[in-house]
């Protein structure tokens, strides 16, 4: 049995965040399934020999310093892997008494749980129902979609399995967040991907996340493979974010976007104030200046992730050799997270930004996007430019008209839900082969005026 030490005595420092939002993998990057393009699954290379099971002591640290290092009433304990449902439901049972023990008078903390949704079943539903989890399912769209990508270790689709998990989540009315990925499978499939999820699985909070692997020359090969164990498999490099070339599996930047406006275009119709999709939120609060989501902030850094053992990162999508900030076990998480190297971290994402992303008319809700994705060249030459910048600006042009129609009903304080009427009007006014104002004009399938169902 490892002795672990004793979790060190934090002091709140006037330097550190007021409030942080830390994703912790209890299960570091084990999963019971081998999605092809999860680069996480290699990550079990960072901890050889290891079980990757986050222990009490560790769970106890981190529950407590997590706590009190916010200087907010509002706390968020997110879970995530690798799958979290493989420590079991006692562990997360035990997360919730020691919320409670070490939660201050007023703090208020909701728990969120990322999951592939292969295990749940009715306990884990009953649990999370009783205690407010919000729960993120992960599914592609339909099962064809779904099974491009989402496999388990024998090569077979899970999309029935995870069907199965969200109908427990259903059976006990648990809130759940659809985590999509967008791929080169479900790319061109925006429209019926989104319509999948609100029509046939009742979703009202809706992720896409675009999926990038970056490659190089010499890992390219073996990137394309997948990145777990399967059997037959060769050997898997790390993933590290280092290389300028692809995958076959990652999205293209044109056809992202491209995605998010045929999304758009059906959301902006109907389904306003019904059904959240996360960007169209955080566009929209953009055009007010507050940016909810680090990918399109000026600045990042304050999205650490936690490994099972008590190693924390700079952010989820860089646990790799260089970016360790240090353990909660030694250093306090209040420090850590005032760390000046996870300062410079999150300051270089705005000091960083290439001439072209400068000069951008939508940098202000864009800003360049995350880091991880900044590997292209911009059309000055000049390196460090976002892979998707063709797709970003296609989607906050696109969606700029409406935005503002939205954010102008905001501040007369009417219902968003109002734009609705603003885009049938247009719809009825512009005559449907005129080229959309964004100036993407007819290389949208469903540009904006574009009334096919
Ligand atoms: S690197 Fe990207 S995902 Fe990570 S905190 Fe910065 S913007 Fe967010
Ligand atoms: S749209 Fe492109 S140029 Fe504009 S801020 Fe985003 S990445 Fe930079």
Not at 379 to 399: I, R, V
Request: glycine share 8%.
């Amino acid at each position: 049995m490892s002795v672990e030490p004793a979790a060190p005595v934090q002091v709140p420092s006037a330097l550190s965040p007021p409030a942080f939002h830390l994703l912790a993998k209890p299960s570091g990057s084990t999963c019971n399934i081998d999605c092809t393009y999860c680069f996480f699954l290699s990550k079990d290379a960072l901890y050889p020999n290891d079980k990757q099971r986050m222990s009490e002591a560790t769970l106890e640290a981190y529950i407590r310093q997590l706590l009190e290092a916010h200087r907010t009433p509002q706390v968020t304990v997110a879970w995530q892997g690798g799958e979290p449902t493989l420590m079991g439901l006692p562990f997360f049972a035990r997360a919730v008494e020691l919320v409670e023990k070490h939660r201050r008078p007023g703090q208020v903390v909701q728990q969120t749980f990322q999951t592939n949704g292969l295990l749940l079943d009715g306990a884990w539903c009953a649990f999370f129902k009783k205690h407010d989890f919000l729960v993120g399912l992960s599914v592609d769209g339909p099962r064809a979609l779904h099974d491009a990508y989402r496999l388990d270790r024998r090569g077979q689709g899970t999309f029935d399995r995870v069907m199965d998990g969200w109908r427990h989540l259903r059976a006990h009315d648990v809130p759940f967040n659809v985590l999509c990925t967008v791929n080169a499978a479900n790319q061109e499939r925006g429209r019926e991907v989104y319509r999948f999820f609100r029509d046939e699985l009742s979703a009202q909070w809706i992720q896409f996340i675009p999926i990038v692997e970056r490659a190089t020359e010499e890992t390219l090969a073996a990137a394309n493979q997948g990145w777990g164990d399967r059997p037959g498999r060769g050997t898997r490099p790390l993933y590290t974010q280092t290389g300028g070339l692809v995958t076959e599996r990652s999205v293209g930047g044109a056809q992202y976007g491209r995605f998010l406006v045929d999304v758009f275009e059906e959301w902006v119709r109907r389904d306003v104030g019904q059904v959240y999709v996360q960007l169209f939120d955080v566009t929209l609060e953009a055009h007010f200046g507050r940016h909810l989501l680090c990918i399109h902030a000026p600045t990042c850094g304050y999205g650490p992730a936690l490994e099972h053992n008590g190693d924390l990162y700079t952010c989820d999508h860089f646990v790799e050799p260089g970016q360790e900030l240090g353990n909660i076990h030694e250093t306090p998480l209040v420090e850590l997270v005032a760390s000046p190297k996870l300062r410079r971290f999150g300051d270089d994402k705005r000091d960083r930004l290439t001439g072209q992303c400068q000069r951008c008319e939508v940098r202000f809700l864009c800003n360049g996007g995350c880091p991880k994705d900044r590997f292209a060249t911009s059309a000055d030459g000049e390196p460090g430019h976002n892979y998707m910048c063709a797709g970003l600006e296609t989607f906050f042009q696109h969606t700029r008209p409406a935005m503002q129609v939205m954010a102008n009903l905001l501040r007369n304080r009417k219902a968003p839900a109002e734009v609705m009427a603003w885009v049938a009007a247009e719809d009825a006014r512009r005559d449907p082969y005129q080229p959309c104002p964004c100036g993407g004009g007819s290389k949208f399938k469903f540009c904006h005026g574009d009334r096919r169902a």
